[in-house]
C-alpha cells in the first residue's frame, strides 16, 4: 500500500525541522542553572560563574534573544534603545532587586542589534 502525499509532506516537514535545529553553545566550567536560579545576584551563585563568562563571553557573541534566554534565563531587566536596539542586563553581585544589594553592583550587560542577534557582551560596575 503507497503512503499517501499527506503522510510525505508531514515527514519532511519533521526531517526538516529536527535536521536544521542548532543545539546552543556550551560555555566551559559554566552551571547555567545555578546562573538562571540567582534572580539578581541575590544569592551570590552569579560571582561563581563570574569567570567563566569572562573566559567564554565571545560564545554569547551572535546568539539570539531566545537563545540568550535559554542560556542565561530571562533578564533582569532589559532596555529598548534607539534603532530597535535592546539589552539584557544580569547582576552578578546582589543588584536593585535584592534586599542586601550593594552600592555598585556588577552587572553583565547583553547588546542586541535590530535583528535581534547579541553583537557586544561586557561587564560593568553601576
Same mark, same amino acid.
Given at each position: 500500500?503507497?503512503?499517501?502525499?499527506?503522510?510525505?509532506?508531514? %515527514?519532511?516537514?519533521?526531517?526538516?525541522?529536527?535536521?536544521?535545529? #542548532?543545539?546552543?553553545?556550551?560555555?566551559?566550567?559554566?552551571?547555567?542553572?545555578?546562573?538562571?536560579?540567582?534572580?539578581?545576584?541575590?544569592?551570590?551563585?552569579? #560571582?561563581? #560563574?563570574?569567570?567563566?563568562?569572562?573566559?567564554?563571553?565571545?560564545?554569547?557573541?551572535?546568539?539570539?534573544?531566545?537563545?540568550?534566554?535559554?542560556? $542565561?534565563?530571562?533578564?533582569?531587566?532589559?532596555?529598548? %534603545?534607539?534603532?530597535?536596539?535592546?539589552?539584557?542586563? %544580569? %547582576?552578578?553581585?546582589?543588584?536593585?532587586?535584592?534586599?542586601?544589594?550593594?552600592?555598585?553592583?556588577?552587572?553583565?550587560?547583553?547588546?542586541?542589534?535590530?535583528?535581534?542577534?547579541?553583537?557586544?557582551?561586557?561587564?560593568?560596575? $553601576?
Amino acid at each position: 500500500m503507497p503512503i499517501p502525499p499527506v503522510r510525505i509532506f508531514q %515527514y519532511i516537514i519533521l526531517v526538516f525541522c529536527f535536521g536544521c535545529s #542548532q543545539s546552543l553553545p556550551k560555555i566551559d566550567n559554566f552551571n547555567a542553572s545555578n546562573w538562571r536560579e540567582d534572580k539578581f545576584g541575590c544569592r551570590g551563585n552569579r #560571582q561563581d #560563574q563570574l569567570a567563566a563568562l569572562q573566559e567564554n563571553k565571545d560564545v554569547l557573541l551572535g546568539l539570539n534573544q531566545n537563545e540568550m534566554s535559554e542560556i $542565561l534565563g530571562s533578564p533582569d531587566e532589559h532596555e529598548l %534603545y534607539e534603532r530597535n536596539q535592546k539589552f539584557f542586563y %544580569y %547582576y552578578i553581585t546582589p543588584g536593585s532587586g535584592c534586599d542586601q544589594a550593594k552600592p555598585n553592583p556588577i552587572r553583565l550587560q547583553i547588546r542586541f542589534s535590530a535583528m535581534g542577534i547579541a553583537n557586544e557582551v561586557f561587564f560593568e560596575n $553601576l
